[in-house]
Structure formats: C-alpha cells, structure tokens
C-alpha cells in the first residue's frame, strides 16, 4: 500500500483517546484517519482488512533515545539515524527524539546543528525525529551517571543562547538540574523557547524541584535514576515532580531501573497514569549480541543478557524498546490501555504535538497493530503497513 490507499480496519478494538478500549474500526486515507467508528458511509470498492479482535493503538512515542545497533546520535550521522530510526519502528515507534549526552561543549553544539539538520523523516522504513533531547552538559556532578564530569557546565545564559540558535527550533527536550547556579534563568529562557525542560540527573531538594516547575520545568527525566531517592525527612524532588499535575514523567520499564511493582502501583494512580511516559533510554550497545562493546565515547560496556552494565557492574543505560516497557507493565497488572498510552499518547502530550498520539479522525495514521500481550503485528506510518 502506498500513502495515497484509501482502507478501512475492521474487527478491531481499538484504542480511544479517553482510554478506553472499544470494538470499532478505523478508516484510513491519505495517509491520515479519516473516520473511527461505523464505516456505512465508506464504499463498497474500499479494501476491508479485518484484524480479528486485535487491537490498535497509536504509534508509540520514544522521547529518550541515545542510539542502537552500534550507532549513537551524538554523531549526527545521516546512515546512523537511519538505522537507529529502523530498529525504533521495528519495534513500534513512529517517532522519537534523538538524546544527547555530556561531550565538550562545542562537541554538544556541532551534534545539535548536524542533528537539526536530519529532523523529520528518517527514512521510508524509519520513524520520524521530531528533535533533540539535550540530556547533558546541564547536570549535577553527583548524580551524573555515565555523562563523564569533565563535560558537565553550569547552564549560563550565553551557552543556553548558543544552544537555542544551534538547534533552529529543533530543541524539544532540555534536561537540567535546577540547583546549579543560574539554573533559573536556563530554566525561563529554554521554557520561554518553546522548549519542555525536564529536571534530572540532579541533587536537588524538594524545594528546588518544585522551584524549577515554577520557572516552567514540565519534565522529570527517567524518574528515580540519577536523583535522591525518597526519605521520610529528606524527601527530595522525586515526590514534588510526582505532585504537580503540570509534570510528565518518564520511566525506564527495563525491569532494571525501577522495579516494575512500582510502576504498576504509579499507574494505578488517576493523578499519575496520564503523565506516565515509558521512554526507552535505549544506548548504541541496544541490539547488540551479549559480550564486551565499546561505547561511542569510548567507555568499555558488556551486555549481559541483553542488559548493558559497565566493567565495575553499575548499569549502562538502557537496550530495552517501549513494546519491552509495555510488557514489564502488562507483567506487573497494569492493564493494557493504561501501558499503551505511557508509550504513546503521553509522550506525545508531553511534547504538545496534536497531529499524532491518538487513534482520532485527523491526525496521522501513525498506528500499531497489537495482541492482548502487546505483540506488535503491524506498525502503520502516513498510512503505510510495515511488519515488525
């Protein structure tokens, strides 16, 4: 099928914006959805595809992606974000913002410019980047994981003007940690840019978490990870960003970073399940067979099955895909409407977008096709089938 057939998606339940689940079908033309619900209007010469009883969903929505396969986006590299762009719809993606990490700054603003540059289609097999998510050099030397000191700065005015003017509007996603000075005024201009500034790989109180959502913080980044954990009498900024309606979430469901009984009991929260965002925090080593690898900074890391640890045993970030974060869900008791939307039409609220994320008359036929186990069967973009 081409972007121009017109076809309609019967024997389906499909997914619905409020988050039910209803039997229903989808009309799809152009390349956009052009009717959910009874298809009595459609004419007989339109090709019916019955999916029996499976369900549809929209695309999901990866936020927070490094890389994969051994490629990494900080080489802003048009063969390398197609391949990463492949492996992401491969899985179920039909969108993704491409993440940065801590390099000398001026390694950070020549990755921002080459990848401004590759922002939109990746391809006709690869899911589109929406952008760039600038994980570092913004963050806390206490919590900065595997970003390397050397590379980290304090977000003073000039460099954040620099940023903004590398990325062309390109910008979606800044991380920042809100105690470091002049964390303020990055806060104000980035937000104030259009850009949605997450608080992460940070130090920071419970006041100055909730200070930073005053500036217009609207994001935590992986949730849990890379911040102080919750004390009774110290309680840091995890439970401000939990308390405030205005922040989205993102959580790595790899089963490793945050133990997925406490996703499930996040999700069962009404104040909470719409601001869940699965993120995959997928790495260059994603893909990749068990064994010794090198990073594309040149940090030794080995998989072990299938999981990323450095050489002392602490975790490398990521190799998991959001349908892997959707299953640790569904093997936790989350039901199934609630994981596909953490995957997908969160995460495409989170970033204001309104032409994708939801199965509803207008917006693009980015679409998946899943089983009750949220085994992807199709993955749907502009309207066109791609199997998995």
Known sequence: MS???????????????????????????????????AVDGVGPAVERIDLGGRVVAPGFVDTHVHGGLGFNVMSADADAVRSIGRRL???????FVATTASVPFDQVLGAVRGLAALTGPTG????????????GPFLSPDFRGVHRQENLVEPEPALVTELLAAAGGTLRICTVAPELPHAEDAVRALAGAGVRVA???????????RAAIGWGARRATHLFNAMPSVHHRNPGPVPALLADASVYLEIVADGLHVAPELIAALAALPGVQDRLMLVSDGTDVSGLPDGDHRRWDGTPVRVTDGRAFTLSGGIAGSTSTLADGVRVLLAAGVPLPIALNAAARNPARSLGLTDRGAVAVGRRADLIVVDDDATITHTIMHGQWERP
Not at 124 to 135: K, M, R, S
Not at 199 to 209: E, L, N, P, R, W
């Open 199 to 209: 608080v992460g790989h940070t130090a920071a109180t419970f006041g100055q978490a």
């Open 124 to 135: 006709a097999d690869g899911a589109d980047l929406l952008g760039i998510h600038l994980e």
């Open 89 to 95: 719809r491969s899985a179920g993606v039909t969108s």
């Open 3 to 37: 972007e121009t057939d017109e076809y309609v998606l019967t024997g389906a339940r499909v997914l619905l914006p409020d988050g039910r689940l209803e039997p229903d079908a989808v009309h799809v033309r152009d390349g956009l959805i052009a009717g959910v619900g």
